[in-house]
Protein backbone atom coordinates (compact mmCIF):
# COMPACT_ATOMS: atom_id res chain seq x y z
CA UNK A 1 0.00 0.00 0.00
CA UNK A 2 1.42 3.41 -0.72
CA UNK A 3 2.22 6.00 1.63
CA UNK A 4 0.09 8.96 2.22
CA UNK A 5 1.06 12.09 0.08
CA UNK A 6 3.20 14.78 1.52
CA UNK A 7 2.00 17.92 0.43
CA UNK A 8 3.63 21.06 -1.31
CA UNK A 9 2.96 24.17 -1.81
CA UNK A 10 0.53 25.35 -3.97
CA UNK A 11 1.16 25.12 -8.00
CA UNK A 12 -0.41 24.35 -11.26
CA UNK A 13 -3.48 26.03 -10.41
CA UNK A 14 -5.79 25.89 -13.12
CA UNK A 15 -8.87 28.09 -13.99
CA UNK A 16 -12.30 27.38 -12.37
CA UNK A 17 -14.88 25.96 -14.25
CA UNK A 18 -18.07 27.80 -15.14
CA UNK A 19 -20.94 26.25 -14.30
CA UNK A 20 -24.75 26.85 -12.89
CA UNK A 21 -24.80 27.13 -9.46
CA UNK A 22 -27.84 27.28 -7.12
CA UNK A 23 -28.22 30.12 -4.07
CA UNK A 24 -24.79 32.04 -4.80
CA UNK A 25 -22.37 32.51 -8.01
CA UNK A 26 -20.06 29.86 -9.10
CA UNK A 27 -17.54 30.50 -7.95
CA UNK A 28 -18.19 31.53 -4.53
CA UNK A 29 -20.43 30.83 -1.65
CA UNK A 30 -21.55 33.06 1.08
CA UNK A 31 -21.18 31.65 4.71
CA UNK A 32 -23.34 34.89 6.71
CA UNK A 33 -25.28 32.87 9.40
CA UNK A 34 -28.47 34.86 8.48
CA UNK A 35 -28.60 33.30 5.08
CA UNK A 36 -29.20 29.93 6.32
CA UNK A 37 -31.77 30.09 8.62
CA UNK A 38 -34.58 28.37 8.51
CA UNK A 39 -36.15 24.94 9.31
CA UNK A 40 -34.57 22.05 10.15
CA UNK A 41 -33.33 20.10 6.86
CA UNK A 42 -34.16 16.24 6.70
CA UNK A 43 -30.83 14.22 7.98
CA UNK A 44 -31.89 10.69 8.37
CA UNK A 45 -29.59 9.40 11.43
CA UNK A 46 -26.63 7.28 10.60
CA UNK A 47 -26.50 3.31 10.64
CA UNK A 48 -23.30 1.32 10.97
CA UNK A 49 -22.05 -0.75 7.92
CA UNK A 50 -18.71 -1.30 9.59
CA UNK A 51 -15.64 -0.91 11.81
CA UNK A 52 -11.82 -0.70 11.94
CA UNK A 53 -8.74 -0.32 13.82
CA UNK A 54 -6.09 1.36 14.13
CA UNK A 55 -3.03 -0.13 16.55
CA UNK A 56 -0.51 0.97 18.14
CA UNK A 57 1.46 1.62 15.25
CA UNK A 58 -1.00 3.12 13.18
CA UNK A 59 -1.42 -0.28 10.86
CA UNK A 60 -4.90 -0.47 10.02
CA UNK A 61 -7.01 -3.67 11.40
CA UNK A 62 -10.72 -4.99 9.97
CA UNK A 63 -11.83 -5.43 13.49
CA UNK A 64 -12.90 -3.96 17.16
CA UNK A 65 -10.05 -4.60 19.21
CA UNK A 66 -9.30 -0.75 19.70
CA UNK A 67 -12.77 -0.36 21.01
CA UNK A 68 -13.04 0.91 24.92
CA UNK A 69 -15.88 -0.09 27.20
CA UNK A 70 -16.93 2.58 29.39
CA UNK A 71 -16.38 1.92 33.04
CA UNK A 72 -17.55 4.93 35.13
CA UNK A 73 -16.84 5.23 38.96
CA UNK A 74 -19.55 3.72 40.84
CA UNK A 75 -21.59 6.02 43.16
CA UNK A 76 -20.32 9.23 41.26
CA UNK A 77 -23.10 11.91 41.28
CA UNK A 78 -22.92 15.28 38.97
CA UNK A 79 -21.46 17.40 41.24
CA UNK A 80 -18.92 14.72 42.94
CA UNK A 81 -14.76 15.31 42.11
CA UNK A 82 -13.04 12.19 41.47
CA UNK A 83 -10.03 14.13 41.36
CA UNK A 84 -8.64 12.49 38.79
CA UNK A 85 -5.39 14.06 37.85
CA UNK A 86 -5.05 14.41 33.79
CA UNK A 87 -1.87 15.52 33.82
CA UNK A 88 -0.48 12.14 35.47
CA UNK A 89 1.78 10.32 33.17
CA UNK A 90 2.50 13.33 30.28
CA UNK A 91 6.45 13.28 30.61
CA UNK A 92 6.50 9.14 31.30
CA UNK A 93 3.20 7.08 29.41
CA UNK A 94 2.70 9.45 26.56
CA UNK A 95 3.08 8.18 22.76
CA UNK A 96 2.43 10.81 20.38
CA UNK A 97 0.99 10.25 16.61
CA UNK A 98 2.95 11.93 14.22
CA UNK A 99 1.39 14.90 12.80
CA UNK A 100 3.69 15.91 10.01
CA UNK A 101 2.32 12.23 8.62
CA UNK A 102 -0.53 13.37 6.56
CA UNK A 103 -2.74 10.35 6.10
CA UNK A 104 -5.90 12.12 4.52
CA UNK A 105 -8.57 9.32 3.56
CA UNK A 106 -6.32 6.56 3.58
CA UNK A 107 -7.99 4.46 6.42
CA UNK A 108 -11.43 5.45 4.61
CA UNK A 109 -10.28 4.16 1.19
CA UNK A 110 -8.69 1.15 3.04
CA UNK A 111 -11.95 -0.39 4.11
CA UNK A 112 -14.10 0.89 1.15
CA UNK A 113 -11.52 -1.24 -0.72
CA UNK A 114 -12.20 -4.24 1.61
CA UNK A 115 -15.54 -3.66 1.78
CA UNK A 116 -17.20 -2.71 -1.61
CA UNK A 117 -19.99 -5.56 -1.52
CA UNK A 118 -21.26 -4.05 1.75
CA UNK A 119 -22.30 -0.53 -0.39
CA UNK A 120 -23.80 -2.60 -3.58
CA UNK A 121 -23.94 -0.55 -7.03
CA UNK A 122 -26.35 2.32 -8.30
CA UNK A 123 -26.55 2.10 -12.16
CA UNK A 124 -26.63 5.97 -13.47
CA UNK A 125 -26.84 6.76 -16.75
CA UNK A 126 -26.18 3.22 -18.01
CA UNK A 127 -22.67 3.17 -16.01
CA UNK A 128 -22.52 1.71 -12.02
CA UNK A 129 -20.63 3.43 -9.09
CA UNK A 130 -18.38 1.45 -6.98
CA UNK A 131 -19.44 3.06 -3.94
CA UNK A 132 -23.37 3.52 -4.27
CA UNK A 133 -22.77 7.02 -2.07
CA UNK A 134 -22.66 11.03 -3.34
CA UNK A 135 -19.93 11.43 -0.62
CA UNK A 136 -17.25 10.38 1.06
CA UNK A 137 -15.66 11.88 4.16
CA UNK A 138 -14.07 12.34 7.59
CA UNK A 139 -17.15 13.10 10.20
CA UNK A 140 -14.00 15.96 11.10
CA UNK A 141 -14.46 17.07 7.97
CA UNK A 142 -18.22 17.82 8.05
CA UNK A 143 -18.14 19.25 11.75
CA UNK A 144 -15.95 22.02 10.02
CA UNK A 145 -18.46 22.62 7.73
CA UNK A 146 -21.21 22.95 10.56
CA UNK A 147 -19.34 25.17 12.27
CA UNK A 148 -18.43 27.47 9.75
CA UNK A 149 -21.45 29.78 10.13
CA UNK A 150 -20.70 30.78 13.31
CA UNK A 151 -16.52 30.06 13.21
CA UNK A 152 -14.67 33.18 13.76
CA UNK A 153 -10.93 31.96 14.30
CA UNK A 154 -9.83 29.25 12.06
CA UNK A 155 -10.43 28.93 7.97
CA UNK A 156 -9.99 25.30 6.33
CA UNK A 157 -8.69 24.13 3.15
CA UNK A 158 -10.91 21.04 2.03
CA UNK A 159 -9.66 19.26 -1.33
CA UNK A 160 -12.30 17.28 -3.63
CA UNK A 161 -12.55 15.16 -6.23
CA UNK A 162 -14.92 13.28 -8.40
CA UNK A 163 -14.18 9.63 -9.01
CA UNK A 164 -16.89 6.86 -10.34
CA UNK A 165 -19.85 9.26 -9.73
CA UNK A 166 -18.74 9.98 -5.96
CA UNK A 167 -17.52 12.77 -4.32
CA UNK A 168 -14.37 12.54 -2.36
CA UNK A 169 -14.08 15.40 0.48
CA UNK A 170 -10.38 15.78 2.30
CA UNK A 171 -8.98 18.58 4.35
CA UNK A 172 -5.66 19.66 3.80
CA UNK A 173 -4.02 21.68 6.72
CA UNK A 174 -3.94 25.51 6.33
CA UNK A 175 -1.16 28.01 6.46
CA UNK A 176 -2.40 29.14 9.60
CA UNK A 177 -3.24 25.31 11.27
CA UNK A 178 0.31 24.46 10.45
CA UNK A 179 1.74 27.62 12.17
CA UNK A 180 -0.49 27.01 15.10
CA UNK A 181 0.55 23.08 15.62
CA UNK A 182 4.27 23.74 15.40
CA UNK A 183 4.61 26.69 17.94
CA UNK A 184 2.36 24.78 20.43
CA UNK A 185 3.80 25.24 23.90
CA UNK A 186 4.25 22.81 26.70
CA UNK A 187 1.06 24.16 27.92
CA UNK A 188 -1.05 23.54 25.56
CA UNK A 189 0.53 19.90 24.84
CA UNK A 190 -0.44 18.67 28.22
CA UNK A 191 -3.93 19.75 27.76
CA UNK A 192 -4.07 18.16 24.37
CA UNK A 193 -2.58 15.02 26.89
CA UNK A 194 -5.26 15.32 29.39
CA UNK A 195 -8.46 14.53 27.23
CA UNK A 196 -6.84 11.34 26.06
CA UNK A 197 -5.46 10.84 30.04
CA UNK A 198 -9.22 11.29 30.96
CA UNK A 199 -10.50 8.66 28.87
CA UNK A 200 -8.16 6.34 30.39
CA UNK A 201 -10.07 6.88 34.09
CA UNK A 202 -13.47 5.49 32.71
CA UNK A 203 -12.08 3.57 29.76
CA UNK A 204 -11.63 -0.36 30.26
CA UNK A 205 -10.23 -2.65 27.52
CA UNK A 206 -13.05 -5.00 27.95
CA UNK A 207 -16.62 -4.98 29.70
CA UNK A 208 -15.60 -7.51 32.23
CA UNK A 209 -12.29 -5.25 33.63
CA UNK A 210 -11.58 -1.86 35.42
CA UNK A 211 -9.85 0.98 33.45
CA UNK A 212 -6.10 0.92 33.86
CA UNK A 213 -5.03 4.47 34.84
CA UNK A 214 -1.51 3.25 34.81
CA UNK A 215 -1.64 2.68 30.83
CA UNK A 216 0.58 4.25 28.28
CA UNK A 217 -1.47 6.95 26.48
CA UNK A 218 -1.11 6.28 22.70
CA UNK A 219 -2.69 8.73 19.99
CA UNK A 220 -1.86 6.19 17.19
CA UNK A 221 -4.36 3.69 18.68
CA UNK A 222 -7.98 4.28 17.76
CA UNK A 223 -11.65 2.41 16.61
CA UNK A 224 -13.48 4.27 13.96
CA UNK A 225 -17.19 3.62 12.95
CA UNK A 226 -18.42 3.68 9.10
CA UNK A 227 -21.74 4.70 8.88
CA UNK A 228 -24.00 5.76 6.11
CA UNK A 229 -26.46 8.82 6.28
CA UNK A 230 -28.07 11.33 4.12
CA UNK A 231 -28.83 14.99 4.15
CA UNK A 232 -31.59 15.98 2.18
CA UNK A 233 -30.43 14.45 -1.09
CA UNK A 234 -27.04 14.01 -0.37
CA UNK A 235 -26.04 10.26 0.34
CA UNK A 236 -22.91 9.90 2.99
CA UNK A 237 -20.43 7.54 4.04
CA UNK A 238 -18.76 9.00 7.04
CA UNK A 239 -16.29 7.92 9.27
CA UNK A 240 -15.37 8.68 12.71
CA UNK A 241 -13.20 7.93 15.56
CA UNK A 242 -15.68 6.76 18.68
CA UNK A 243 -14.33 6.74 22.17
CA UNK A 244 -15.81 4.07 23.68
CA UNK A 245 -19.25 1.73 23.78
CA UNK A 246 -21.69 1.41 26.98
CA UNK A 247 -22.18 -1.88 27.72
CA UNK A 248 -25.23 -1.11 29.84
CA UNK A 249 -26.98 0.75 26.79
CA UNK A 250 -30.67 0.22 26.61
CA UNK A 251 -29.72 -0.53 22.83
CA UNK A 252 -26.44 -2.40 22.05
CA UNK A 253 -26.89 -1.39 18.16
CA UNK A 254 -24.15 1.11 16.92
CA UNK A 255 -23.89 3.94 16.78
CA UNK A 256 -26.79 4.27 20.07
CA UNK A 257 -24.39 2.84 22.07
CA UNK A 258 -21.71 4.89 21.80
CA UNK A 259 -20.62 7.35 24.06
CA UNK A 260 -18.18 10.56 23.30
CA UNK A 261 -16.01 11.51 25.80
CA UNK A 262 -14.55 15.22 26.73
CA UNK A 263 -13.03 17.67 28.63
CA UNK A 264 -13.06 21.33 29.52
CA UNK A 265 -11.88 23.46 31.79
CA UNK A 266 -14.10 24.47 35.37
CA UNK A 267 -16.78 27.19 34.91
CA UNK A 268 -16.79 29.45 37.67
CA UNK A 269 -18.76 32.66 36.22
CA UNK A 270 -21.32 33.44 34.04
CA UNK A 271 -19.15 34.50 31.37
CA UNK A 272 -16.79 31.45 31.14
CA UNK A 273 -20.05 29.26 30.82
CA UNK A 274 -21.79 31.57 27.86
CA UNK A 275 -18.10 30.60 26.56
CA UNK A 276 -18.84 27.26 27.06
CA UNK A 277 -22.49 27.11 25.24
CA UNK A 278 -21.12 29.26 22.42
CA UNK A 279 -18.27 27.60 21.44
CA UNK A 280 -17.26 24.01 23.27
CA UNK A 281 -21.40 23.22 23.29
CA UNK A 282 -21.87 23.90 19.15
CA UNK A 283 -18.48 21.63 18.27
CA UNK A 284 -19.41 18.83 20.21
CA UNK A 285 -23.39 18.87 19.24
CA UNK A 286 -22.10 19.02 15.68
CA UNK A 287 -19.79 15.94 16.15
CA UNK A 288 -22.03 13.49 18.23
CA UNK A 289 -24.92 14.39 16.07
CA UNK A 290 -23.68 13.52 12.81
CA UNK A 291 -22.63 10.44 13.56
CA UNK A 292 -25.49 9.36 15.61
CA UNK A 293 -23.51 9.55 19.27
CA UNK A 294 -26.54 9.91 21.60
CA UNK A 295 -24.49 10.92 24.96
CA UNK A 296 -21.74 12.88 25.55
CA UNK A 297 -19.47 12.42 29.24
CA UNK A 298 -17.99 15.55 30.03
CA UNK A 299 -15.53 16.16 33.11
CA UNK A 300 -14.33 19.48 34.17
CA UNK A 301 -10.60 20.32 34.76
CA UNK A 302 -9.07 22.40 37.67
CA UNK A 303 -5.98 24.35 36.78
CA UNK A 304 -4.19 22.00 38.75
CA UNK A 305 -5.02 19.23 36.23
CA UNK A 306 -7.33 17.27 38.34
CA UNK A 307 -11.37 16.44 37.58
CA UNK A 308 -13.22 18.12 39.49
CA UNK A 309 -16.90 17.15 38.05
CA UNK A 310 -18.10 15.30 35.80
CA UNK A 311 -21.61 15.63 33.71
CA UNK A 312 -23.62 13.74 30.93
CA UNK A 313 -25.41 15.53 28.04
CA UNK A 314 -27.30 14.30 25.94
CA UNK A 315 -26.82 15.28 22.06
CA UNK A 316 -30.51 16.24 21.69
CA UNK A 317 -30.57 18.19 24.42
CA UNK A 318 -27.81 20.28 23.71
CA UNK A 319 -29.75 22.64 21.07
CA UNK A 320 -31.99 23.48 24.10
CA UNK A 321 -29.65 24.25 26.60
CA UNK A 322 -28.58 27.54 24.13
CA UNK A 323 -31.60 28.24 22.87
CA UNK A 324 -32.47 31.83 23.42
CA UNK A 325 -29.19 33.06 24.56
CA UNK A 326 -27.87 36.19 22.97
CA UNK A 327 -25.12 35.61 20.05
CA UNK A 328 -26.50 32.07 20.45
CA UNK A 329 -25.86 29.19 17.49
CA UNK A 330 -28.76 27.45 15.80
CA UNK A 331 -28.29 23.52 14.64
CA UNK A 332 -30.86 24.58 11.66
CA UNK A 333 -28.07 27.24 10.36
CA UNK A 334 -25.23 24.26 10.73
CA UNK A 335 -27.43 21.57 8.84
CA UNK A 336 -28.85 23.98 6.43
CA UNK A 337 -25.23 25.61 5.45
CA UNK A 338 -23.84 21.99 5.16
CA UNK A 339 -26.67 21.10 2.90
CA UNK A 340 -25.83 24.03 0.74
CA UNK A 341 -22.04 23.66 0.41
CA UNK A 342 -22.99 19.85 -0.77
CA UNK A 343 -24.59 20.92 -2.83
CA UNK A 344 -22.09 23.89 -4.02
CA UNK A 345 -19.70 20.67 -4.51
CA UNK A 346 -21.79 18.97 -6.89
CA UNK A 347 -22.42 22.04 -9.08
CA UNK A 348 -18.81 22.96 -9.70
CA UNK A 349 -17.13 19.56 -9.12
CA UNK A 350 -17.80 18.25 -12.68
CA UNK A 351 -15.29 16.57 -14.32
CA UNK A 352 -15.37 12.68 -12.93
CA UNK A 353 -11.50 12.24 -13.33
CA UNK A 354 -9.00 10.63 -10.25
CA UNK A 355 -6.50 12.93 -11.06
CA UNK A 356 -8.32 16.40 -10.49
CA UNK A 357 -8.77 18.26 -7.40
CA UNK A 358 -10.89 20.56 -6.61
CA UNK A 359 -9.77 22.76 -3.51
CA UNK A 360 -12.34 24.68 -1.58
CA UNK A 361 -10.50 27.71 0.66
CA UNK A 362 -12.65 29.50 3.43
CA UNK A 363 -11.39 32.20 6.14
CA UNK A 364 -13.79 33.83 8.69
CA UNK A 365 -15.10 36.80 7.01
CA UNK A 366 -15.38 35.58 3.89
CA UNK A 367 -16.82 33.37 0.99
CA UNK A 368 -15.95 30.14 0.01
CA UNK A 369 -13.92 29.98 -3.23
CA UNK A 370 -11.67 27.23 -4.54
CA UNK A 371 -9.47 26.65 -7.36
CA UNK A 372 -8.71 23.60 -9.46
CA UNK A 373 -5.33 21.36 -9.57
CA UNK A 374 -4.36 18.39 -11.45
CA UNK A 375 -0.77 18.28 -9.99
CA UNK A 376 0.19 14.95 -8.75
CA UNK A 377 0.83 16.82 -5.32
CA UNK A 378 -2.50 17.62 -4.77
CA UNK A 379 -4.18 14.16 -5.33
CA UNK A 380 -6.16 12.54 -2.51
CA UNK A 381 -6.72 9.32 -4.15
CA UNK A 382 -3.97 6.97 -4.12
CA UNK A 383 -3.03 4.87 -7.26
CA UNK A 384 -3.72 1.69 -5.47
CA UNK A 385 -7.56 2.30 -4.68
CA UNK A 386 -8.17 4.00 -8.23
CA UNK A 387 -6.76 0.35 -9.51
CA UNK A 388 -9.18 -1.03 -7.15
CA UNK A 389 -11.72 0.36 -8.60
CA UNK A 390 -11.72 0.34 -11.96
Not at 156 to 185: C, D, P, Q
Not at 211 to 235: D, F, G, I, K, M
Not at 267 to 287: D, G, M, T, V
Not at 360 to 379: C, I, K, L, Q, R
Amino acid sequence: MERPLKRGPDQNSLSSPIAKCPFMSCSSLKTLHSLYQGSFPFYRLPSEVGHFSLDENRQYHQDNRKLRYYSPPVGIRKKDSPGWNVMDGYESHYVRRNEEEKEGLLHILTWLEKNQSVLGTHVEGGSKRPIDRDFVTWRGHLTKLLCTPYETQEGWLLAVTLFKGTFYISERETEAARKKREERTQEQERLMYSGYKFESYICADSPDRQPSQSAVVNTNEAYCSVLLARLTSHSLLISGEVDCTDPSAKSSIPPSSYIELKTSAQIRNPHQQRSFNRYKLLKWWCQSFLLGIPIIVAGFRSQEGKIVSLETFKTSDIPHLVRGERNSWDPAVCMNFCNKFLSHIKAVVTKDDPRLVYLFAWEPGSDVTFTVHNDPEYTILPSWYVKAMN
